[in-house]
T-cell receptor, first 116, second 112 residues
Framework: GNSVTQMEGPVTLSEEAFLTINCTYTATGYPSLFWYVQYPGEGLQLLLKATKADDKGSNKGFEATYRKETTSFHLEKGSVQVSDSAVYFCALSDRAGGTSYGKLTFGQGTILTVHP | EAGVTQFPSHSVIEKGQTVTLRCDPISGHDNLYWYRRVMGKEIKFLLHFVKESKQDESGMPNNRFLAERTGGTYSTLKVQPAELEDSGVYFC??????????FGNGTRLTVT
């Protein structure tokens, strides 16, 4: 079956540091890949997505590239801010781009804390 | 923009009691999903409604869980009787067409 493995946290960084959160996956076919973020007291929000190999998703300074050869979708940001403190979830959908993304397989989440 | 309201935001019940969680999506979204995150682990799919019909309930853990979606609008998830291992955060999500999921804030369930 499908699975997603994220680097274990928590991750603690100083403001303006570089961030990488690793994510690897196992899936049949050609899944779509997502990063969701949960800020304190809020629901999950879609941060970015990529629907095919070599696609790069980006949003709010975050980026992730769909690497089929390494089955990875690592999240990066060049300079984190205190407001980026949240829980980050990597996820996949085994429905190809253009169809429903509804049934997602999630990783266990990575807590990020950014200090001033 | 799509919205999903879940309530209660937090529920504390004793083992053996019944709890009903509710999800109110903004209208016009045929697809409604329930997910659960237990004890800081990964978020897991529970089930999927298309309008009022259950499209996929393969993630429902056992027959103590019952989900309904009246008239294809709001949805409820009942746990009866609740067990300690049911504690966690229950998320509702919606989508329309090919759009990615939009999640509610979740209901934190604590079974003591």
């Amino acid at each position: 079956g499908n699975s997603v493995t994220q680097m274990e946290g928590p991750v603690t960084l100083s403001e303006e540091a570089f961030l990488t959160i690793n994510c690897t996956y196992t899936a049949t076919g050609y899944p779509s890949l997502f990063w969701y973020v949960q800020y304190p007291g809020e629901g999950l929000q879609l941060l970015l997505k990529a629907t095919k190999a070599d696609d790069k998703g980006s949003n709010k300074g975050f980026e992730a590239t769909y690497r089929k050869e390494t089955t990875s979708f690592h999240l990066e940001k060049g300079s984190v801010q205190v407001s980026d403190s949240a829980v980050y979830f990597c996820a996949l959908s085994d429905r190809a781009g253009g169809t429903s993304y509804g049934k997602l397989t999630f990783g266990q989440g990575t807590i990020l804390t950014v200090h001033p | 923009e799509a919205g999903v309201t879940q309530f209660p935001s937090h529920s504390v019940i004793e083992k053996g009691q019944t709890v009903t969680l509710r999800c109110d999506p903004i209208s016009g979204h045929d697809n409604l999903y329930w997910y659960r995150r237990v004890m800081g682990k990964e978020i897991k799919f529970l089930l999927h409604f298309v309008k009022e019909s259950k499209q996929d309930e393969s993630g429902m853990p056992n027959n103590r869980f019952l989900a309904e979606r009246t008239g294809g609008t709001y949805s409820t998830l009942k746990v009866q009787p609740a067990e300690l291992e049911d504690s966690g955060v229950y998320f509702c999500a919606i989508s329309h067409g090919n759009s990615p999921l939009h999640f509610g804030n979740g209901t934190r369930l604590t079974v003591t």
